[in-house]
């Protein structure tokens, strides 16, 4: 063996045991639940070719029957025009899968479905009671998915057969909705599975409440199951210690994953998309397209970015709005929307302080006195804060015309977006776009794994790219 190749299988083995002690599998680079991760990262394990081509399209019966209409046109109390779509969670079929299979839940016939990743036929299909519009989560070699008829459903991942089943709300019954028969307590949170546990939620009607659960993942038991006085609707996030909860339209709640007891919740106008990174929530779209960042231990809000989607890549993020994609030095921006959150929060204080003398019917000389020291404080701290706009301004590190606003994530050293009746690949250096492909319809979400793209669409269309390089044999001497 020459001495090239024994340092080349050094370093293989080397990275090999790095790999083992990080905890991660070499063997597969999967998408196992919305958005890959339970951060919600967008971030895919492994890059794709650079020369795709459209492997198949599998195109069900029946397009997405989303639960809720679009949102009025504008918003006179608050004076918002217009108005951005914010229940979007279930627009279109949302994918997930392992190394050989891809699956999905219907909204227009109940189904579960696992699709041959190769070729796209279906190799098995499970009926629910109801409407099925969260993806799934793969895991263990089972699939979990909530249903619209208020259970949740573990099946086994090569023949779709059932394994367990769980009523989430105790005092469940059905009625009409969305042109069905569905529960009053319908499970639209998906079910987040890590560390041999089961997570998801039920309820989507104020008056009734909501359920929230945490179960084995084996056997479907719940170790512990709460009611919040509030809904819960779209994918649930998960921390170390602690559960993200989506609530549509609402803020944010925050629980403690040991015994599901509510921490508190953020401030914000909710929305479909959310993604935790290191000490930080993401989330939106608000009424006007934009993304809230709060700290993800505490409820305070530090800033708002102008966008539908963004991705995280370290201390860079990638944010898509409506028109153009930018690219942001996240750790320095936010570092500084801390110092800057810091003198607000202390001239928020001085200003009440100020409302309250002002508010006394007879003042003093020295009510007076204070209160002119007050104005020359509040005076002061905005003057400190006046710098930050430029000094936060000049973290963005390019932005570029975009014309796909729908979806975002990043494989290998590449970005690709969703957008009308077409897919992009996009330089994450410049934002050029490096390639693109027609699609049926919006493209909503993607996903990536295993050498695949996976483009699904408010058509109901699920396209599958793959790599169709020519394979190059490796020189053996």
């Known amino acids: 063996m020459s001495f090239r190749h024994s340092c080349m299988l050094f370093r293989t083995c080397c990275l090999l045991i790095l790999a083992l002690s990080l905890g991660f599998s070499t063997a597969h680079a999967d998408w196992p ?10 971030i895919a394990s492994d890059a794709l070719g650079t020369h795709l081509e459209e492997a198949w399209v599998h195109k069900p019966t029946h397009p997405p029957k989303p639960a809720w209409p679009g949102p009025a046109r504008r918003d006179g109390w608050h004076k918002s025009d217009p108005l951005k779509a914010r229940m979007i969670f279930d627009w279109a079929f949302h994918v997930v899968m392992d190394d050989d299979t891809l699956y999905f839940g219907s909204s227009s016939d109940d189904k579960i479905y696992g699709i041959d990743l190769a070729t796209g036929e279906e190799t098995w299909s499970f009926f629910t009671g109801g409407p099925v519009r969260l993806a799934p989560t793969v895991a263990n070699g089972k699939v979990y998915a909530g249903s619209d008829d208020g259970y949740v459903y573990c099946l086994d991942s090569a023949k779709g057969e059932q394994v367990w089943r769980h009523q989430v709300a105790p005092d469940s019954y059905l009625l009409p909705g969305n042109s069905r028969v569905i529960s009053i307590s319908p ?7 890590d560390n041999s546990m089961a997570y998801f939620g039920s309820g989507v009607f104020t008056f009734e409440g909501a359920y929230l659960c945490a179960a084995d993942a084996e056997t479907g038991k719940p170790i512990w199951k709460k009611k919040i006085n509030n809904t819960a609707q779209g994918y649930m996030l998960a921390s170390a210690d602690s559960l993200y909860v989506a609530r549509a339209r609402v803020n944010p709640l925050v629980l403690s994953r040991d015994e599901g007891k509510v921490k508190y919740s953020h401030s914000g106008g909710g929305g479909s998309f959310s993604v935790l990174v290191d ?15 709060s700290r993800s231990d505490k409820s305070r809000h530090l800033v708002t970015f102008q966008g539908n989607v963004l991705v995280v890549d370290g201390s860079i993020a990638y944010m ?7 690219s942001l030095d996240r750790g320095r921006y936010l570092a500084l929307a801390e110092e800057r959150k810091k003198i607000e929060v202390k001239k928020d204080l001085t200003k009440n302080k100020l409302k309250g003398l002002q508010k006394k019917a007879d003042k003093t000389d020295d009510d007076k006195a204070k209160m002119d020291e007050l104005v020359a404080k509040i005076e002061g701290f905005d003057k400190a804060m006046a710098p930050y706009a430029g000094k936060m301004e000049a973290c963005m590190r390019w932005k570029a015309p975009s014309a796909y606003p729908y979806s975002l994530i990043l494989a290998g050293e590449r970005l690709y977006a969703g957008g009308l009746n077409e897919v992009a690949a996009i330089n994450p250096k410049d934002g050029s776009v490096t390639w693109t492909a027609p699609v049926q319809g919006r493209a909503l979400e993607l996903a990536s794994a295993n050498g695949y793209l996976l483009v699904s669409t408010d058509e109901g269309a699920i396209h599958c790219f793959k790599d169709a390089a020519p394979k190059i044999a490796l020189r053996t001497k």
């Open 33 to 42: 639940t919305y958005r890959h991760d339970m951060a919600r990262s967008g």
């Open 187 to 193: 499970v639209r949170t998906g079910v987040l599975v």
């Open 279 to 293: 000490d930080y929530l993401f989330y939106g779209p608000g009424k006007t397209g934009q993304i809230e960042v």
């Open 320 to 326: 898509q709005s409506d028109t153009e994609l930018q």
